[in-house]
T-cell receptor, first 111, second 116 residues
Framework: QKEVEQDPGPLSVPEGAIVSLNCTYSNSAFQYFMWYRQYSRKGPELLMYTYSSGNKEDGRFTAQVDKSSKYISLFIRDSQPSDSATYLCAMMKAAGNKLTFGGGTRVLVKP | DSGVTQTPKHLITATGQRVTLRCSPRSGDLSVYWYQQSLDQGLQFLIQYYNGEERAKGNILERFSAQQFPDLHSELNLSSLELGDSALYFC???????????????FGEGSRLTVL
């Protein structure tokens, strides 16, 4: 079983809809939680960063962490075709020096 | 543009061969990470260097090796290549090692390796 599980999708939504993405994990030592976005033929880029449990909002993006359930989410409001990409969750331990990534969810926002 | 440069972008080779992938980190970044991305395994951490020294090792095969040079560029050497080594290899960099940081790695565009 992988440490971090993520539905590969694809997730297809109409423009303007809310995109809901999530990851589950098994290692309770993870303290830092991130979402990276990867466009086709590009490297991942950091989208959101959260420490421990709670919510964080940045523009149209909201990240949620529920450590008790070992579950993290990313919501994209008012989705745009430019949001079409693969979204990878990533996690790190408190004294860690590497990121553990989920497999990524491919999102397609249709005009 | 992340500022991380990887060469070559594409590489096609045969089984049993050896290849070298090169990475130049962002200016000022001392830490370099190598990741392998395949369809079935996702993004897998291979190895990390900080200022020339190995800091962490992940699922890196014995056939693979890496180093970081004094000018901070890094090379990943893959030898005795097998069909299963076909993947995208990413290099990423950060100013300092992760841990208490934002977890922001700056990724290059990757080197796509195809082993025939």
């Amino acid at each position: 079983q992988k440490e971090v599980e993520q539905d590969p999708g694809p997730l297809s939504v109409p423009e303007g809809a809310i995109v809901s993405l999530n990851c589950t994990y098994s290692n309770s030592a993870f303290q830092y939680f991130m979402w990276y976005r990867q466009y086709s033929r590009k490297g991942p880029e950091l989208l959101m960063y959260t420490y421990s449990s709670g919510n964080k909002e940045d523009g149209r993006f909201t990240a949620q962490v529920d450590k008790s359930s070992k579950y993290i989410s990313l919501f994209i409001r008012d989705s745009q075709p430019s949001d079409s990409a693969t979204y990878l969750c990533a996690m790190m331990k408190a004294a860690g020096n590497k990121l553990t990534f989920g497999g990524g969810t491919r999102v397609l926002v249709k005009p | 543009d992340s500022g991380v440069t990887q060469t070559p972008k594409h590489l096609i080779t045969a089984t049993g061969q050896r290849v070298t992938l090169r990475c130049s980190p962002r200016s000022g970044d001392l830490s370099v990470y190598w990741y392998q991305q395949s369809l079935d395994q996702g993004l897998q951490f291979l190895i990390q260097y900080y200022n020339g020294e190995e800091r962490a090792k992940g699922n890196i095969l014995e056939r693979f090796s890496a180093q970081q040079f004094p000018d901070l560029h890094s090379e990943l050497n893959l030898s005795s290549l097998e069909l299963g080594d076909s993947a995208l290899y990413f290099c990423a960099s950060s100013v300092r090692p992760l841990g208490g940081d934002t977890g922001e790695l700056f990724f290059g565009e990757g080197s796509r390796l195809t082993v025939l």
